[in-house]
């Protein structure tokens, strides 16, 4: 593939800006100020990198874009979207089993008690640690409970106009109700299949949250305080029709975008 004659592939470049003309985009700015031109321009930068291009060029939330001085050119709601999935939880080993025959050991997906038909919203992930060395035994094994089609949104909004600047992230999840209770039902059954053989023969304790933990007041509040996601952002600037509230492909601004909120209020928490 790299050695097409027809495909330059240049290294090392960070692109500030997609050039955009008349509603179209013949080319790209560098952070250095070079111009790429093209006859097209497909954005792939990542469910980071492309939002923050998208709205150094103009295109975004038009209140974000002129406090930071972009002149905009469409007021899409991009970055707005962004999805990931959280995830919670760990145990140590006992200390004659240091290591797992397979590093990878099981992957069931899981319907939480009010999902919809067919919907396998949740995971569960049991990981052997390389590293143990934070585990008082030496070993230790991840069961991570994770929320796989979860419905809070989180943000990727632009810090500072400068490319070098990385965008600000908001994972924002859980942050509805429902993944919340899909997240700690979640976790109250990895308890219980550690509970279970032949798991019960392999852990010594539950070292996060801890035993201590046990109500679900207590173990919400574990979770708040050390959910972490599987770095699987999506979202960010997503294609779709004239009807799609979350579209960023439209070019001309929604009707209700200056009347009320935007989306417009569904009863759920959007991004914040
Ligand atoms: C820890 C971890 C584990 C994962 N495990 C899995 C897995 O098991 N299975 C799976 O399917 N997925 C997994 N994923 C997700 C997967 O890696 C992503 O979905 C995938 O890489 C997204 O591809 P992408 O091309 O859209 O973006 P990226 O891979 O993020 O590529 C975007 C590229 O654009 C570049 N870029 C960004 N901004 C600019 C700029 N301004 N100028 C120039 N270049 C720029 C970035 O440097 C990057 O090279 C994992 C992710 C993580 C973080």
Not at 29 to 42: C, H, I, M, P, Q
Not at 117 to 140: K, N, Q
Not at 141 to 169: K, N
């Amino acid at each position: 593939m790299r050695s097409r004659p027809n495909l330059t592939l240049p290294g090392d470049i960070t692109i500030d800006r997609v050039i955009i003309r008349g509603g179209r985009a013949p080319g790209v700015v560098d952070a250095l100020g070079t111009v790429f031109r093209a006859g097209e321009v497909v954005l792939s930068a990542g469910s980071y990198g492309s939002p923050a291009i998208l709205m150094r060029s103009g295109v975004g939330p038009a209140e974000d874009l002129r406090a930071l001085g972009i002149d905009v050119e469409a007021d899409l709601p991009v970055g707005r979207r962004l999805q990931n999935h959280p995830f919670f939880h760990s145990f140590a080993l006992t200390p004659d089993l240091q290591t797992l025959t397979s590093a990878f050991a099981a992957q069931p997906w899981l319907a939480s008690s009010e999902a919809q038909a067919g919907e396998l919203g949740r995971d569960i992930v049991a990981t052997h640690l390389p590293d143990g060395s934070f585990s008082p035994t030496g070993g230790a094994i991840v069961l991570a409970a994770a929320v796989t089609r979860p419905e809070s949104h989180g943000s990727a909004r632009l810090a500072s106009r400068d490319p070098y600047y990385a965008p600000v992230i908001n994972n924002n999840c859980p942050a509805t109700a429902r993944d919340r209770g899909r997240i700690l039902e979640a976790v109250r059954l990895v308890r219980r299949l550690a509970g279970t053989a032949p798991l019960t023969g392999a852990l010594a304790a539950e070292l996060v949250p801890g035993d201590a933990v046990r109500t679900d007041d207590e173990l919400e509040a574990a979770i708040a305080a050390g959910i972490a996601t599987y770095g699987h952002p999506t979202s960010t600037a997503p294609t779709g029709g004239p009807s799609d509230e979350w579209a960023v492909s439209r070019t001309s601004r929604p009707p209700s975008r200056t009347a009320s909120p935007w989306p417009p209020a569904t009863g759920r928490r959007y991004g914040p």
